[in-house]
Structure formats: C-alpha cells, structure tokens
C-alpha cells in the first residue's frame, strides 16, 4: 500500500495517535455532558488506545463506563466538527477559569509567555490542546470503542499532589478490530505469568519483600534449565564466565559514572564510614576483572559473562510481578575488542540473539537508540560508534527503528523487542557499544606493534532480567513450556493401586536417565489424574494398568490430548529425550 492509501488507516502511526487522541477528547466531553462538576487534567494517546486524568467526587465503576461508552457513541453520531483556534495567554487563562478548570490552569501557566496557547472546539466542549484532532467526532466508529478500566494516578506523577482517576480507552476502525483486541486481551488475562506463576507453584511474591521475588521448588529448576541453556550457548560463542561483588565502593560507581547519573535507583549504606552501593549492573566489576591483568591483542576479542544478582530501586507503584523488580539476575556479558573488530563482534552478538529468540519461537525487531541529553564523551564518538552499529545490522540485511536521545549514559545501543505468541512485544536483549568506560577504567591492551591501546567494548543481555524473561515466555507459553523446560517432563498415573509399585518402578528409571518425573499416586479415578496433569501443564502422563504392568510397557498421553498408544519405556525415553535434546517448541 502507498504512503498516499495508508495516511487514514491504523497502519499509519501518526493517524492512528490523532484517531486516539480525538477519541480522549470525546470521552472527557461524554464525562462533562453526564456530570458537569468534574474537572479535567490531561489526555494523551498512549501505545494503544488513550486515557485521561479527571477529578471526580466520586468513583467511577463499570456502570459508569458503560454510560460514559453510550454517551459517546452518541456525540460521534452528532458528528460534530473539531475546530482549532488560539488565544493570549490572559484570555487563555480567563476561559479555563470561567469552565472552572484547574489542572487546565495549572498548565496553561507553566507555558512560555510568548506561546502559541491552542484548544479544540467540538459542539459546547472546548479542551486546552496541541492537537493534532480528526476533523470530526463522525469519523469515529462509536459502535468499535470500548473503555478497558479505571485506576488511580497521581496529578503530574507527584504523590505530593492530588490523587486523580485515570480511565482508560481503546478504539478501531472496525468493530470487529475491537472484537479482535479484546479477544486477545482476555487471552492474556489467562496468560498472567503471576496467576500461572501461583498456580504452577512457580514463584511468590509476598508483602515482606515487595518487588523482590520468591522462586519455588518448579520455579528453581525452570530457573536452573534456563540458565544452563544460556551456559551452554555461550560456551559455544567463547565466552567465559565469572562471578563480581553484590557490593563495591562509592569510588568505583563514581568512577564508572553511574554515581553521578544512577544514583536515585541505588540501594546505599556505610561500611567502616565508606559509602558503599549494592550493584544495580555488574559493568564495573567486570571492568575491575578485565583491569586485573595484562592483554595481549591476540586475546581479543575478549567475551566475559556473568549472572549478576543485581537491585534497582524502583517506585512501589511500577512494580509488577516478575516484569518489573527491584532484584533479579542480569545475564549480562561485556566483549572487550579493538576498533578493527566492533562491527564483526556486533554481528556475532546478533548471531547468538538470533539463535536464542529462536529455540523459543520468539521473533523480534530491532530499535537504535542514539546520544540522550545526559550522557558521558564527545558528540563525534557517539556519531561513529552510531555508524558502526548502523552498519552492522545493515550488512546482516535487518532493518531497525531510531530511537532518538534513549541511548545508555556511556553509549548508543541496539535494543531488541521480542514479539511473544499474542503478538505483545518485551524488551529483551541488548547490545550497547562504549568507549568511555574503557577510557575512564584505563583499561589497556599490547598491541602487535608492541604498543599500549585502549580497548572498545559491548554491554550485552540476551535474556535481560532472568526473571522478567521468566515472565515473558510464562506468558509466551500460557504455562505449557516445552518438555526441555517444563519442571515437571513427566507425571506417571497408576491406574489403580496394584500399579502403584510399577509407576515408581517407571518414575525411577526415568529419573535415572535424567528426565523431571512424579508420581501420582493418590487414590482417585484416572480421568481426574489426567485432568489434574493437565492443567498442571506437564508435557506427557504416562498412564499404567495391569496390562503395562505384565507387558513392560507404559501409555504415553500428550497434554494437548494426543493418546501415543502403549509402547516400551525405553521407546518413550528416546521420543523424549529427542523433544529434550532438539528443544521443540510443542
């Protein structure tokens, strides 16, 4: 499709933003018809759909919505024109205090003397507004809008200042987009790694240690396979692995920069009157590590790893079970290099990404995020290392997105958004390319002119917070983890209680062999057995009666429902141990 067919359909961002935003408008006037005295705040278009703040003296509920929907539905029917105008900043000011407005005050006196003050007209509402807005409310399918929820927000993110009700909305252009949209959000209400994480016996989180996780037996050995998977890739790729201090000095983060420009999300305390900071990255003692000895050029490049138990203060009220804590382990790794070697060790990196997304059926695209306002070294060293990931990423054939200003302190970086089974998008992994934290750690190599030179450097995550990815493909998956990872490969159920001594008899020889097996033993019909087992999410049942007992044999059952029929144990340990050793994805 053209740029010319596509400039009023959803697949253009800007117009679908403009369609949201218009929408938000729609919505506050609604508010306004059903209940004059609330006041309004702000209304944004977000990533999908809209929301906006308003002052109410009461609580909205569902009921509310759902008068709120149908007011709507009835001002885009009205197909009222959307008209820009501006105004001076005193008559600007008089307005809003005449409609008794004043967060809309509030804003109007943070502008700039000299600026442009511009609002939107539709019928008898008028709403403070840069725009951009559709041209009228008619373009607005009222029958494909639904308003999603209710919740608290903090008038300008200060918990100093008036608590608000933020209500959320979503729209399409067609009713059955929003049918579609709200069919996978409740498919992802199923998919909620924290009501899977409870139910699979996965992990807690408790109010004694809030946004600090706790892993349970079947979270730990997830955890463990997980974790020897990305030993085992990296082992392949070179690296090697090593272990840094949960705890260093002040004068390593002040050196590092991190002191300067992280300090607000660092846990601190005073040892023998040291300021002391618990590491929220493992950079600076990989850097230490690097600094103990002396390089030789024909080391490099040099690929360290490590799973660093880190913490990050964050907000009480940004956390979110596995997805966003404030302690989780980093599978970061750092490639120490000369200048010759950056594009073919970014290439490498993207390799090793390509195969891990993979073997979890994980797609992803890509984001270059280049220098932020608050950052370390010289515009020219930002636009060459920009170049360099540029190019790299380009001769592979992949294309990216720019990112402007999000770029780490120290240096640009290529992020990478995993696209998960629902179509939902996480970011994961991470290359960032520096060549000031080198600087600043002195850090040195003997080149082959027999010389000192300062080395380059990547910061990398593939997985990102262990725990996050945990969240990701608990949701990924829906729970049901392919047999390599699941805690439990194998649950045998004895048909009745004479098979009892052969499923252990089985259970054993299975374990022996390395596979995660259990035994149900309990004395309940096997229909129950298998239904249990099922929403347990274990890849196979083994189901055994009397005839498995005389025969030797076991009948394997699929959770998908799939009956394999009766087979020898050894035949059923060579078909798993196959789905083990290839990682398939079922």
């Known amino acids: 499709m053209s740029d010319e067919n596509n400039q009023y359909t959803f697949e253009n961002d800007q117009y679908r933003k403009t ?9 506050a006037q609604a508010v306004k018809r059903l209940w004059p005295e609330v006041k309004l705040a702000i209304g944004p278009s977000i990533d999908e759909g809209w929301y906006y703040d308003m002052d109410a003296p009461f609580a909205f509920t569902p009921e509310h919505l759902e008068q709120i929907e149908a007011e709507m539905r009835k001002i885009c029917k009205e197909k009222l024109k959307l008209e820009r105008f501006e105004l001076p900043r005193s008559e600007a000011l008089q307005l ?11 804003l109007i006196n943070d502008l700039p003397e000299d600026a442009h003050i511009s609002f939107y007209r539709q019928g008898e509402f008028t709403d403070l507004c840069a725009g951009p807005h559709l041209d009228s409310t008619g373009r607005i399918k009222g029958n494909a809008l639904k308003l999603t929820a209710c919740n608290a927000a903090y008038w300008r993110g200060d918990s100093n200042r008036e608590t608000l009700q933020r209500i959320y909305g979503i729209a399409f252009p067609k009713k059955d987009e929003l049918d579609e949209y709200l069919a996978r959000i409740e498919e992802a209400k199923k998919r909620d790694h924290r009501r899977l ?19 349970l037996p079947k979270g730990m050995t997830l955890k463990n396979t997980l974790l020897d998977y990305w030993r085992q890739v990296h082992k392949k790729y070179g690296y090697v692995e090593i272990s840094t201090p949960i705890m260093l000095n002040r004068q390593l983060w002040e050196r590092s920069g991190h002191w300067d420009h992280y300090k607000n999300n660092m846990y601190t305390t005073v040892i023998d009157d040291v300021d002391f900071a618990v590491k929220p990255m493992n950079c ?26 880190v913490h990050r203060h964050e907000l009480s009220g940004a956390l979110h079970g596995l997805f966003r804590v404030r302690c989780f382990s980093q599978d970061d790794a750092h490639v120490f290099m000369t200048r010759d070697q950056m594009q073919d060790v970014i290439q490498e990196t993207v390799r090793l990404f390509d195969e891990v997304y993979s073997t979890f059926g994980l797609s992803y695209t890509i984001e ?28 592979m054939g992949k294309e990216f997105v720019v ?22 998008t996480w970011q994961c992994g991470t290359i960032q390319l520096d060549s000031q934290l080198p600087e600043r750690f002195e850090l040195e190599y003997t080149g082959e002119d027999g010389q000192k030179h300062r080395p380059v450097m990547i910061h990398r995550v593939v997985l990102g917070s262990i725990e ?13 983890f392919p047999a390599w990872l699941a805690p439990v490969q194998v649950k045998v159920l004895p048909v009745t209680d004479r098979a009892e001594e052969y499923a252990h008899t089985v259970a054993a020889k299975l374990d022996e062999q390395g596979f995660r097996c259990e035994v149900d033993g309990r004395n309940e019909k096997i229909g129950k057995k298998i239904r249990e087992a099922t929403l347990e999410k274990i ?15 076991v009948s394997p059952r699929h959770r998908s429902g799939e009956d394999l029929g009766a087979m020898g144990l050894d035949a059923f340990a060579a078909l798993l141990g196959e789905e083990v050793k290839s990682k398939a994805i079922k």
């Open 284 to 309: 600076p003692g990989g850097m230490l590590v690097y600094a103990s000895e002396p390089h030789s050029y024909k080391e490099l490049p040099l690929r360290v790893g490590e799973i660093g138990l």
């Open 403 to 424: 990112n402007e200003g999000d770029g780490a302190f120290y240096g640009p970086k290529l992020d990478f958004h995993l696209a998960d089974s629902l179509g939902r």
């Open 468 to 480: 996050r990815f945990i969240g990701v493909i608990t949701e990924h998956f829906a729970g049901a």
């Open 96 to 106: 809003m205090e005449e409609k008794g407005e004043p967060f809309k005050v509030e």
């Open 368 to 395: 270059l995020s280049t220098m932020p306002e608050d950052h370390i070294g010289t515009v020219e060293e930002w636009e060459r290392n920009q170049d360099i990931l540029k190019a790299a990423i380009t001769d």
């Open 19 to 27: 369609y949201w935003h218009t929408c938000s408008h729609v919505m």
């Open 539 to 553: 890849p196979y049942m083994l189901v055994v009666g009397d005839r498995d007992m005389e025969n030797g044999t």
């Open 197 to 215: 994480g409870r139910e699979l016996g996965l992990f807690m989180l408790r109010d004694e240690g809030p946004g600090f996780p706790f892993f």
